[in-house]
Structure formats: structure tokens, C-alpha cells
């Protein structure tokens, strides 16, 4: 029986795929009757008494979790959040509103005459391991790729560069979906290109393959169309390296082509040789318009284009139950050589790497029993080091003269030169950052973490120029991975989730991103606050010295000295562990009194800015508020009155008139609710 942390770590990858094929709910590790709950009541039973450790895949599904949690209630049925889309398609129909018919239009016109200005000016703040957010992919122009290329992001558009990454722009705000997981450029007309819209995560679903014909300045709907409600995620899109109207994209079901630049397609049947399982990768053999690999939990090859695809029935290659994410390789060196990383299902750590010299027909695991798990974010990880994020960060590409010279990616970067046989790591989380020397603990070049896409430069005769899109932006080394350059910039793609604001000074705030951390504005700049994903926190009403941010599942920084320095707040009595987002709030009417929620009780600390090292807290009443055994999801202090609290745990408000000594349910949504 596989373990049930692999049930857990596949679910939120895949959790809204319903209607899929039996094997891809085997991934699952279940049926299609699995509610929200039981997923969440199995990730927990996991990791009761366990410490997770970065890049075991647990923040991931927190993530996950916190963005699903509030749209299934109550019943659990994790198909309800793909009806919001239809349910608004529908609305416009009914009513024709004029309004919702030219949202486009109408919101592009607001925005030139609104007020509405950036605060950063899409500025890169400054500090250690800091960036802008995810990049799926790089794509570079065929024509003139040293200067013009395109990066996307999960949730933020399509961003151009015209000048080598020095400065961006976005044309892609409004487009019904603005998550991009792929895109290709016709070679013989570099105006014509095709946008793979959603997210390869979990932040948004596929509404199909876009086109424009003008550079990117207008998109429009082509004849692969998903709504909302169909769940797909476009995984890769490529273009035969022939003939520009043919691509492939390969999805979380199955494989779909066009021969006519998507004017029509053909749809993957379900049969043998065009299965409908998930496919994370899809590769052209070099030069070849009619071999191609495919990679999901098993490896395909075709030898027709596309029209049929057959299992690569290898002896060497792993048990499609042991795997979690292939990704796949080839290059110019040698046309007959593919390659894969693969990603263990037990934990998202290194299942392996694999090699093939005839095309495909035959893998060998190049990798032997003691390679270290070099999907793992330790600094000297072991092959018995458990862990990693194959589900989430995972990419591989080879130099374009040297079949034996590969670079993969997870949480860092290792390469390898000798053909995958062994792995030296050159990028470390953690490591030497050239712009902040002394914050990094290894002596390899720093990049921010979980890397998703890796590319050497088209037409670079030297080889040696490669790129790297990761969770905090692209990067750029010009010595084949030795040296790193973020040339991010100015792409806005952060995923913000708060903003807090000083009471006594206008310019001085900070605000949560998810992959980032949290970013203060001081003295007209920004900079790091606090690392991990920034979640709550709030600037002392009295005393802009005071600053308390926080991170996932309630975990609190305190700085005494305008966000210079912090510590972590620790308890006398440690605080149980708390909600993806625990909201922290001051007392309106007492500046030492600071309420934490995230937990079943509501706590209540007297002495956070006392300067003691060790802080006390006590609960707020000896009962907790209905239902008893859930987290408390936010609470509001009247201001006119700090005894009166309202507090929120799923479909129940809760009231007290005393300052949380006893709370009484006030509201509760559903009328059959027993709490």
C-alpha cells in the first residue's frame, strides 16, 4: 500500500481532475468520492508529531488547502469552485448585461482614468532572498533571441522583454485568465504565437490555447477551449520544429494536436494509443516532425506525428505507483538521446535519473544507489534524505554540444557532467549572494528557491548562456551555471496577501507575498521584512519601531527597531500549531494586549514588547468558541469597545462581550449546521 503522504502531496496536484481516467485517480490514491475533508484528515494523520523540514511538499499543500478550504463548504465536494466560472458565463447570457458583454474594454478604460498607481513601481525590494514571484517558463523570440523574450507566471500574465531582460511589459491584464503555463512562437512570422493559459499548479485552470497575430498585442480564443469547469492544465505546448502550424500540448488529459495552428484539433480518445493521463512534459526529437517523448507517471513515444503514442516499455525504467512527475530532455548534441528526472511518489524527493540513446526505445538509470536526493533543500543531502518538491519544482534541460552536460532543477540547481552518472549542486538557496554577502550558509551562487524552468540561449554558438525561471523570478548566467544574475526587474507578478499600514506615518507599511515573504516600505524603498510566505502582521499603533509579520500556520517575527532586524517570537508555553493564515491583531484599546487566532482558542499575549526573549500568552477563555475543535479563520476587535470580539471558524460567527472570556454563537450559516 503506498504511503499516504504520497495521497496527500498528488492530491492538491491533481485534486480537481475529476472525470479523468482510472489511472490517473489511482494517483490519487483513492476514489472520486474523496471529499476535502478526508484529504485533509490524511495529510494530518501523516504528520501528526512530525516536523516538516523545507521542500518536503508540506507548505505546498497548506497552500493548496488555505485557497480550497472556503470555496467547498459545506459539504466538502471539491468540484464546486470549477462552477464560479460557468455559473458567471451563464449570468452574462441571462441577463446581457452590457457591463459584464465588455469587461475588457470597460476595465481598460477605467484603468486610464483611474488614480490607481503601483507602489513599488514593480521594483524588486531589496534584501536576501527576495524577488517578484513564480515564472512558469521562458520563451525566447526565434528571431532575435538575445534581446526579445517572454516569461509567464501562475496568476500574473505574459511579460515581454525587448532588451534582454532589463525591462518588462505586460499586455495580458485582461484576458479572462492571465495564468500562463506555456508559449510557442512561429519561426517563419515571429507575429503569430500561441499562449497556453493557466497554471501547471494549482493557482488556476486552463481556458485553453490562445493565439495572436500581431506580437502579443491582441489574444484571441482558438478551437482548443476549456472552461473553468472542465479543469484542465495545459502542462507544455511545443511546435513541430518543421512545420509551424503543427504543435502539440500535453495535459492533465492526455495529448491534443493541431495541424492547422489550432484553427482545429483532435482530442485524445481514451484507447491505448491516445491515452487521456496526465502528461507533465512533451519533447521533439531534434530536427524530427514525427518522433516525440511524452512524460506523465509512465514515458510515450510517437513515431507519426502525434496521431498514436506507445508506452516505452523499458526494463530499467520505475513502476508508474513510484512516481510522482516525469520531466523530459533532448538536444542538438545528439538527436538520438533523451533523458528524464523523475520525481518519487513516496515523498516528491529523487526517484531518478534515466538516459536513452535510440530514441527513446530503451531507458538506463544513470544514477546509482548513492546519489543523493538531490531534489532535497539541505545543504549536503544524502541519498536517505527524505523529501523533497518534484510535484511542485521540477526541470531539466542539456547543453545544445555536450549530450553529457545536464542541469536539473528542484528546490536548487545541480548539474551534472559526465551524462547524470553523478550531480554537483550550483545554486543553494541559501548560498553566497553576491548582493548580501554573509546571509548565505554554502558557497554556491545563491538563487531564490524551487526552480520551474530551465533554457540555454537559442543560437548561442559558446553554449554557456543559461536561464531559470523560479518562484522568485528569472534568472540569467552567462558561465553555464556558475554565476547567477536575476534580471527579474520590474515583472509584477507577486501574489500579495495583506497589507499592513503604520497609524502614525503615511509611507511606512508592508505587505505578505506568497514565495516571497514580507516587504516593508521605508523611507521611500523597499525591503525584506521577514522571509518564507507572508502572511498577517500589524505595525504598532503608537511606536513604528514595533513591527510583528508572520508566516504560514501562525509561525510570528518581532523587529524593535522599524523592521532593521527580528526575531522569532517564541512562547513560554508553546502556542499549538496554528492555521495556514493566523491572523494577529493589536488591541484598538490596550497597545500591550495582541490577540493571535489560527488555533481553536482565541489566545491574548500582555507582554510581546516587554523585551523579554520568551513571551507569555494565555487563552481568552477557558471554552472555545463553536465548533471547539476548528481553527479560528479571523476575528475583528470593536474599536469603539476592545471587549466585544467577533470571531470566525467556517460557516459560525462567534460574540463576546467581554474580551473573549466567553463567546457566544452569533450567526451561523447554515441553518443544519450541529455546533
Not at 289 to 294: E, I, Q
Not at 582 to 598: A, C, F, K, L
Request: charged fraction near 20%; charge should be negative; include cysteine.
Amino acid at each position: 500500500m503506498r504511503k499516504l503522504y504520497a495521497f496527500v502531496l498528488t492530491a492538491f496536484f491533481s485534486i480537481l481532475s475529476f472525470g479523468q481516467n482510472d489511472k490517473s485517480w489511482a494517483k490519487m490514491g483513492s476514489s472520486k468520492n474523496e471529499t476535502f475533508y478526508s484529504v485533509q484528515e490524511k495529510f494530518n494523520q501523516y504528520w501528526e508529531n512530525k516536523a516538516p523540514e523545507k521542500g518536503q511538499g508540506y507548505k505546498i499543500f497548506k497552500r493548496w488547502e488555505n485557497q480550497i478550504a472556503d470555496k467547498i463548504y459545506p459539504s466538502g465536494d471539491m468540484s464546486l469552485p470549477s462552477h464560479t466560472y460557468p455559473n458567471f458565463i451563464e449570468w452574462q447570457q441571462r441577463y446581457n448585461n452590457k457591463l459584464a458583454r465588455n469587461a475588457n474594454s470597460k476595465m481598460k478604460a477605467t484603468l486610464t482614468s483611474s488614480q490607481w498607481v503601483s507602489l513599488n513601481q514593480n521594483a524588486i525590494a531589496s534584501g536576501y532572498d527576495s524577488g517578484s514571484g513564480r515564472l512558469n517558463f521562458v520563451t525566447f523570440d526565434p528571431n532575435n533571441p538575445t534581446t526579445t523574450m517572454f516569461v509567464g507566471a501562475p496568476d500574473g500574465g505574459l511579460w515581454k522583454t525587448t532588451d534582454g531582460g532589463t525591462t518588462w511589459t505586460t499586455n495580458t491584464d485582461y484576458l479572462p485568465i492571465i495564468g500562463c503555463s506555456g508559449l510557442v512562437i512561429d519561426p517563419n512570422n515571429t507575429d503569430i504565437m500561441y499562449l497556453a493559459t493557466g497554471d501547471r499548479g494549482s493557482d488556476r485552470s486552463s481556458i485553453g490555447v490562445m493565439k495572436s497575430t500581431d506580437g502579443g498585442l491582441n489574444w484571441n480564443t482558438t478551437s482548443l477551449v476549456f472552461t473553468a469547469q472542465d479543469e484542465y492544465k495545459i502542462n507544455k505546448i511545443v511546435m513541430d520544429p518543421n512545420q509551424s502550424n503543427i504543435m502539440l500540448v500535453a495535459t492533465n488529459k492526455g495529448i491534443f494536436k493541431t495541424t492547422d495552428g489550432w484553427a482545429t484539433h483532435t482530442a485524445p480518445s481514451g484507447t491505448e494509443t491516445s491515452p487521456t493521463f496526465t502528461f507533465f512534459d512533451i519533447e521533439y526529437k531534434p530536427g524530427s516532425s514525427t518522433v516525440a517523448y511524452a512524460g506523465g507517471y509512465e514515458m510515450y513515444k510517437t513515431s507519426d506525428g502525434g496521431d498514436n503514442w506507445d508506452y516505452i516499455d523499458s526494463a530499467n525504467l520505475p513502476n508508474a505507483n513510484d512516481v510522482i512527475r516525469i520531466e523530459l530532455a533532448v538536444t542538438e548534441a545528439d538527436s538520438d538521446y533523451v533523458y528524464a528526472i523523475v520525481g518519487r511518489e513516496s515523498d516528491s524527493g529523487f526517484e531518478g535519473f534515466y538516459r536513452s540513446t535510440d530514441s527513446g526505445d530503451t531507458f538506463t538509470k544513470q544514477s546509482s544507489a548513492s546519489t543523493p536526493n538531490i531534489l532535497h533543500s539541505d545543504m549536503a543531502p544524502t541519498a536517505a534524505s527524505e523529501g523533497g518538491q518534484a510535484n511542485h519544482d521540477l526541470a531539466i534541460t542539456v547543453s545544445p554540444n555536450n549530450e553529457d552536460k545536464i542541469t536539473i532543477g528542484g528546490v536548487n540547481q545541480w548539474q551534472s557532467v559526465d551524462g547524470g552518472l553523478n550531480w554537483t549542486r550550483i545554486t543553494y538557496w541559501r548560498g553566497t549572494d553576491p548582493n548580501h554577502p554573509g546571509e548565505g550558509d554554502a558557497p554556491e551562487a545563491y538563487m531564490h528557491a524551487d526552480v520551474q524552468y530551465l533554457q540555454y540561449l537559442p543560437g548561442d554558438t559558446a553554449t554557456t548562456t543559461l536561464f531559470a525561471t523560479c518562484d522568485g523570478g528569472i534568472y540569467k548566467s552567462t558561465d553555464d551555471g556558475i554565476s547567477w544574475t536575476d534580471i527579474t526587474s520590474n515583472i509584477a507578478v507577486g501574489q500579495q496577501t495583506n497589507i499592513e499600514l503604520s497609524e502614525t506615518t503615511e509611507d511606512f507599511y508592508f505587505a505578505g507575498l506568497q514565495d516571497i515573504g514580507s516587504l516593508l516600505h521605508k523611507n521611500g524603498a523597499w525591503s525584506v521584512l521577514t522571509g518564507g510566505d507572508g502572511e498577517d502582521g500589524f505595525i504598532d499603533r503608537t511606536n513604528d519601531n514595533y513591527i510583528v509579520s508572520s508566516t504560514t500556520n501562525g509561525d510570528f517575527f518581532l523587529s524593535t527597531d522599524g523592521g532593521a532586524d527580528y526575531r522569532d517570537v517564541t512562547w513560554t508555553t508553546p502556542l499549538p500549531k496554528g492555521q495556514w493564515f493566523s491572523p494577529i491583531e493589536q488591541d484598538p484599546g490596550n497597545v500591550d494586549n495582541v490577540y493571535i487566532g489560527g488555533r481553536p482558542h482565541l489566545y491574548v499575549s500582555t507582554d510581546m514588547f516587554s523585551g523579554n526573549s520568551d513571551f507569555t500568552h494565555s487563552k481568552t477563555g477557558a471554552i472555545a468558541p463553536s465548533p471547539a475543535d476548528k481553527n479560528i479563520l479571523s476575528f475583528e476587535i470593536a474599536p469603539s469597545s476592545n471587549n466585544v470580539i467577533y470571531v470566525i471558524k467556517e460557516n459560525i460567527i462567534s460574540k463576546s462581550t467581554n474580551t473573549g472570556v466567553y463567546m457566544d454563537r452569533y450567526f451561523c450559516r447554515f441553518t443544519s449546521c450541529k455546533c
